[in-house]
């Protein structure tokens, strides 16, 4: 039983985390269809700039983790004016801004790779070790809270919510497009970026780190769907509880049991292709 | 005008003429490079030093770096590209399937080539390349080294860690072979996938097979890391026995504070006077402090710089000559090894050459064993 607790605690910290990645996906993909998989890549730099701000020059932790959120706001809003902006107005298909992202992705990893040494780094932790993972589920809970109250109950959520029902009609309505866009690549960036400072004092911060954190984010966002808000953080929990229920309590040997969330991935996309919630109409 | 600049061609082309070109194939982006960059900095120091001491044979080194991302298709074309360049010897410190790769090309052109650190046990027995050498400890080295310590233990069920990488899963299979060949009990047997985020379902199964030790096979630092982390957050009190990874100095400063006690193979004494005067020199010529990955690169260097020397000459098959009757005592390995490749092998790294290490207080510490009795 108490395995069966740490467990858990362990578990809803690693979904949160995933929720978190899964949440920067929606946040692009709801307004503009754009799957960006650069959101790897920018939980890596906001763990390395965890790394230089609270490891290297020591920062308090709030100021440091503020001026992080800050940089990825500005890394996403960036990324958007440079990456889908200019093919969006060209009116290049979907598929265009698609793999420009993949582009930047690539470019990210490259730059960190280069400018850090190659070694993982550390990020301490802000609170003792023991509680810290009560620290990331708190921290993710806040955001989810305050996303939800966002869409749910503010008239600027409301215009994401119009936007991602019908891009054209929202427009027709006199709702700024390229400005809701901008919003989402910059939210989305900033969410991601808390993602991997979260993760980063657990998994150092490392150049490589990007990748496994998007597949799971997005296997989180396909199981708990694109519609809604709390979706992300759904499917984070049950990937990770599945992913860690199988690895201790499956009696097949461990190498399998890595293959297990994405059997549970493809059974989904089998039974539930639109995820476990749906968007409301 | 145009006679300047022939002279200076002309001084220029002899200038080049007289270095000695040695090709050194290494990792800038790729998975091993945490491992290429710091043995790549020991070659470069050590071609500086001997350079500064007047270089070989009255001419000075040059190196031609190059960077294959531990990829085996990069890797092959980049070494013909050395060759065309009029490289002597190719100095591979990437990837083990990167370096037999480059071997296709360097057994063709018959040109030396060696790796002062890979660990690979079929680089020189898969292919028969009389130009190729491997001076870094084996894996099969390193089990049997770790082997032998815990046998000392007389350890009777242990469990075994390790992640889903290539190099992971090799290590884990030969720690596991020789585990049982040595009548001793694997009760858990884990798999750590790279990228995961915490590693304590694994520690509690093997909290809960109650082992006496636990060997740690894994390659991936922040995988590594996450494992520690989860036996201290567990409270567990069985000793962890490394593979050769844990002597990769960065755990000092990313494990801080759950490190310590744990036994892992090396190829390096501190103790060692060549190892003393090598991290002396190092820091009075860079400022920085050295690790065991530079002495790789650095003793690589060497090796050819002083098979050239006997040969004589930089006739390719006179050097092949001198590699093969190489008898040098260098950085690594333990108090006075030295590389030799006895009857025809081309395996030099001595099998009993090698040690096991405690970490203390975070830092790499004493040795505590050596060799594969």
Known sequence: MQDFLELAVSATASGCVYGLVALAYLLMIRPTGIINFAVGEWAMVAAFGGHLLLSRYEWPYPVGMAVVIAFMLLVGWASERVAVRPLVEKGAPLLAPILALLGVLVITREVISVSFPPDPLPVPFPVEIQYYKYFVIAATAMVFAGFWFFFEKTLWGRTFEAVALNRRAAALMGINLSRVTAFSFAGGAAVAGLGGLLVSPNVSAHYLMGVPLAIQGFTALVIGGVGRVEGALIGGLLLAFAEQLTIRYAPIPSGFAQAVPLLFLMIFLIVRPTGLLRARA | MKKIIFAFLLATGIAHAQTIKIGVITDRVGVSKPYSEPATEGVVFGADEINRKGGVLGRKIELLIEDDQSRPDISAALARKLVDQGVVFILSVSLSPATQQQQTVTMEAKV????????????????????????????????????????????????????????????????????????????????VARGATTAMPQMQKIRAANPEAMFLAGVLTAENVLIFRAYKELGVKFPIHSSYNLSVPIYETVAKGFINSITFVDAYDPDKPEVKAFVAAYKKATGKDSQNLHGYGYDGIHLIADAIRRAGSTDKEKIREAMQKTDYAGVMGKKGMKYTFPEGKRAGFDPDGMVVRVYEKDKQGRVVHVGQK
């Open chain 2, 112 to 191: 030396p080539q060696m790796t002062p650190m890979n660990s690979a046990d079929y680089l020189t027995t898969q292919l028969q390349n009389p130009y190729f050498w491997q001076t870094g400890p084996l894996g099969s080295t390193q089990g049997a080294t770790l082997l032998a310590h815990a046998k000392s233990k007389n350890f009777k069920k242990v469990a075994l860690i390790t992640d889903n990488s290539d190099l992971g899963q090799a290590i884990g299979k030969a720690f596991k072979g020789a585990l049982e060949k040595a009548g001793i009990e694997i009760v858990a047997d884990e798999v």
